[in-house]
Antibody, heavy 124, light 107 residues
Framework: QVQLQQWGAGLLKPSETLSLTCAVY????????WTWIRQAPGKGLEWIGE???????NYNASLKSRVTMSVDMSKSQFSLRLSSVTAADTAVYYC??????????????????WGQGTLVTVSS | DIQMTQSPSSLSASVGDRVTITCRAS??????LNWYQQKPGKAPNLLIY???SLQSGVPSRFSGRGSGTDFTLTISSLQPEDFATYYC?????????FGRGTKLEFK
């Protein structure tokens, strides 16, 4: 059973770069996209972007200018960097696997499983 | 981006109750609709994918229906462990977007 474990700095100052890593256990990075999603305090879930084993990426247009994702196949890990953070970037950040399946109506995808989440606080 | 609107935002119910949560998309998304359950301090957990397919390991008291713009998640008989927040999510177009959540609380 695939499990994701994530880590990274939890307290940042404005203008610094957020850096998080997610390790995949019990499975391979190959054949899937891997995603980052965040949840600001008291708010909903926001998709940040995704990356596949070849380094192919898709980013949310709202964050694209500040986001970089990378993958390390040798370590079964993928990472998120978000530059120039502000208080608005304070959130719990989750990594997750994107499961894609061809169904009768087309190719569908969903997020499963998820990492445990990392609270990142941006404060001066 | 596609806006996902859930109602109600909160719901009080008792063990054994049948409850239904609604999710509406701002445009047609066919069957590209997923439901997640989130408990305090935990990551969301997939319940339903493709509008009505039950994820492996999820109890059969959970069910999903709908297509196009209107979807429902029903819990047929609430159990104590079901009190949580529920989110819908569209996977029709990028970026995938989520509803604001429905918090299910003890009455």
């Amino acid at each position: 059973q695939v499990q994701l474990q994530q880590w990274g700095a939890g307290l940042l100052k404005p203008s610094e770069t957020l850096s998080l890593t997610c390790a995949v256990y019990g499975g391979s990075l190959s054949g899937y996209y891997w995603t980052w999603i965040r949840q600001a305090p008291g708010k909903g879930l926001e998709w940040i972007g995704e990356i596949n084993q070849s380094g192919g990426t898709n980013y949310n247009a709202s964050l694209k200018s500040r986001v970089t994702m990378s993958v390390d196949m040798s370590k079964s890990q993928f990472s998120l960097r978000l530059s120039s953070v502000t208080a608005a970037d304070t959130a719990v950040y989750y990594c997750a696997r994107v499961v894609s399946v061809l169904l009768y109506f087309g190719e569908d995808n969903w997020f499963d499983p998820w990492g445990q989440g990392t609270l990142v606080t941006v404060s001066s | 981006d596609i806006q996902m609107t859930q109602s109600p935002s909160s719901l009080s119910a008792s063990v054994g109750d049948r409850v239904t949560i609604t999710c509406r998309a701002s445009q047609s998304i066919s069957n590209y609709l997923n439901w997640y359950q989130q408990k305090p301090g935990k990551a969301p957990n997939l319940l339903i994918y493709a509008a009505s397919s039950l994820q492996s390991g999820v109890p059969s008291r959970f069910s999903g229906r709908g297509s196009g713009t209107d979807f429902t998640l029903t819990i047929s008989s609430l159990q104590p462990e079901d009190f949580a927040t529920y989110y819908c999510q569209q996977s029709y177009i990028t970026p995938p977007t989520f509803g604001r959540g429905t918090k299910l609380e003890f009455k």
